[in-house]
């Protein structure tokens, strides 16, 4: 079910506390989400599961941070971002997300265990503008090398730092 | 799976069903036909209708309780009821239910992620109490401390092994200067 909404320029605010927990399966599917998420998200519990998690996924996003999160998590990782998330009603909000894979006995993949917490707006506003510049580089090169020319984008800020990926993003 | 709802609730509606249709049927024969004498009967089916109808969403709630908190005892965090209908008196208990796995379930993973970063020398890596609620944040502050305390203590060994280094060097040095000046007086 891939639903077409018109993204709007109002703005959802997580309270301080918030905590939006969603589960997937293997590929992506919405196997669980709680409440909070459910509000975000402005869909029914019915209607959010077995949907593809990108039901949620702003189209201000790049690829390449998806890329990013599905390579960190498939390989057994961690991830962490900064995530633009869109609601029914077109309105979005900012997450600061971590997904860890879940393991059966430490092996058999059972799926993917996200929460999001309430983003910091000063970094929030940092990120978006390097989203932007990523965004617009993957629009001016085109589908087959969008990913890896926006990864570029962030590497160029990641490199100089000396860190990788994760600690860049927990400093950041 | 046992429950009230499937089985004191469901039997004790049967038997009340069966009762108002026995003393229907009393009536006919008592009193001979006559439409009026349906009317309890038909109340009771409708009663029962409704009773039958909320019975099984409670059931698949009672169903799916009792599954999740086998699986919490077997040191399972993973299960969680989906698909609540609002109108379960049970929906709230199965959502604080889900909530306190999730917050149980990221406490779990902030510490095993946390920790695996600090063998693998990733300080940096903190743990984040926020969004989890008393003791699970209260858990993951101490734990910070413990990371913050391995960090130092990494510093420290690492100091340590660079003076002793350092000494060795100083002492191999000496010992090489000591030996050109005894050359130099022979």
């Known amino acids: ?172 | 799976m046992n429950s009230f709802f499937r089985f004191n609730g469901n039997n004790t509606v049967w038997i009340l069903l069966a009762t108002v249709s026995v003393s229907t049927a009393l009536s006919f024969i008592l009193q001979g036909f006559s439409y009026y004498l349906f009317l309890p009967l038909i109340l009771a089916v409708i009663a029962s209708f409704f009773y039958f109808r909320q019975a099984r969403l409670e059931v698949r709630i009672i169903g799916a309780l009792y599954k999740l908190s086998k699986e919490i005892k077997q040191g399972k965090l993973e299960y969680r009821i989906t698909d609540i209908p609002v109108q379960s008196e049970l929906y709230t208990l199965a959502w604080n239910f889900n909530e306190a796995l999730d917050q149980m379930e990221a406490y779990m993973r902030e510490v095993g992620t946390c920790f695996q970063s600090a063998q693998n020398k990733q300080f940096y890596r903190h743990t984040q109490p926020q969004g989890l609620n008393g003791d699970f944040s209260q858990g993951l502050s101490d734990i910070d401390n413990s990371i913050t305390l391995m960090e130092e203590n990494h510093f420290n060994s690492v100091k340590d092994e660079l003076f002793s280094h350092l000494g060795q060097m100083k002492t191999e040095n000496l010992f090489s200067s000591l030996q050109r000046t005894q050359n130099d007086l022979n």
């Open chain 1, 1 to 172: 079910m891939k639903r077409n909404i018109i993204p709007t320029d109002q703005e959802r605010v997580m309270r301080d506390d918030d905590f939006i927990v969603s589960k997937t399966d293997p590929t992506g599917r919405i196997i669980y989400g709680n409440r909070i998420f459910i509000e975000f998200a402005g869909f029914t519990e019915q209607e959010l599961l077995h949907q593809q998690h990108n039901i949620v996924r702003h189209p201000d996003m790049p690829r390449a941070v998806f890329d990013l999160l599905w390579k960190t998590i498939k390989s057994g990782n961690e991830f962490l971002g900064y995530i633009k998330n869109i609601n029914k009603d077109g309105s979005f909000y900012w997450v600061f997300a971590n997904v860890t894979p879940s393991k059966h006995n430490g092996n058999e993949l059972l799926g993917y265990y996200s929460v999001r917490r309430k983003p910091n707006p000063a970094k929030v506003r940092e990120i978006s503008t390097v989203y932007r510049e990523m965004l617009q580089e993957e629009k001016r090169i085109g589908p087959k090398n969008a990913i890896q020319s926006s990864q570029q984008v962030l590497n160029k800020l990641i490199e100089p730092t000396g860190k990788d990926y994760r600690e860049f993003i927990l400093s950041f």
